[in-house]
């Protein structure tokens, strides 16, 4: 497809179990993002990735989460041991070039809706 | 640091009224701006940016905004708007710190409501 591509839509799993969230971003974007949102906020930065190398994992709120970009395209967000704070959604975005190019907007996908029971 | 600020949680227009969303912004340097729409569940779609250059951006589906470097504003608007805007609005400053790498901050979002 054309955009940024995210699964699955929904996600739901009980207290304690590991999720694993995909994102396909657009062919040839070297820039990748991951952003969580919670009900009624805004999109919050998680992490970054320029190609396979995660340069900023800043916005990562704990050990239990986990990011990765292997061969530069797609990406995983694995979270272990979820607890109830971690039911949000969940955006990839995807941009051209490197991040630090700031004229390039950035292209999200539709997001993965967690819920963790 | 970077901050944004949506100072309205929601804006109630009829159709074919002016649509103006709010927008006001702190940055150290020079301010990379972005408004986005996000329709519900759904991801956020990408409307202008503001980056250099001219004061009025013009973007998708008829939007503009107006950069106001005085008064450190962003705000969006629309000459008429349409009930199919009616979405949820977000505004964004690009981080420009040194290893930032790009990534935006966003404001609270404000809801627009469009009635026919």
């Known amino acids: 497809g054309a955009g940024v591509s995210q699964s699955p839509r929904y996600k739901v799993a009980k207290r304690g179990q590991d999720v694993a969230l995909r994102c396909d971003p657009i062919s040839g974007h070297v820039s990748l993002f991951w952003y969580q949102q919670a009900l009624g906020q805004g999109p919050e930065f998680l992490t970054y990735f320029q190609n396979e190398a995660q340069l900023d994992k800043s916005g990562l709120p704990s050990d239990r989460f986990f990011a990765e970009r292997p061969e530069g395209s797609v990406s995983t967000l694995k979270i272990q041991r979820t607890q109830q704070e971690d039911s949000a959604v969940y955006l990839c975005?995807?941009?051209?070039?490197?991040?630090?190019?700031?004229?390039?907007?950035?292209?999200f996908g539709d997001g993965t809706r967690l819920s963790i029971l | 640091a970077q901050s944004v600020a949506q100072p309205e949680d929601q804006v109630n227009v009829a159709e074919g009224n002016p649509l103006t969303v709010k927008c006001t912004y702190s940055?150290?340097?020079?301010?990379?701006l972005f408004w986005y729409v996000q329709y519900p569940n759904r991801g956020l779609q990408f409307l202008l940016k503001y980056i250099t250059g001219d004061n009025l951006v013009k973007g998708s589906y008829g939007f503009e905004a107006e950069f106001n470097k005085s008064q450190t504003s962003f705000h969006l608007k629309k000459p008429s708007a349409l009930v199919s805007d009616s979405a949820l609005y977000f505004c964004a400053v690009r981080d420009d710190g040194g290893d930032s790498w790009g990534k935006l901050q966003f404001g609270a979002g404000t809801q627009v409501v469009v009635t026919p």
């Open positions: 940055v150290s340097g020079n301010p990379y």
């Open positions: 975005a995807s941009s051209l070039g490197p991040g630090g190019l700031g004229n390039q907007p950035q292209h």
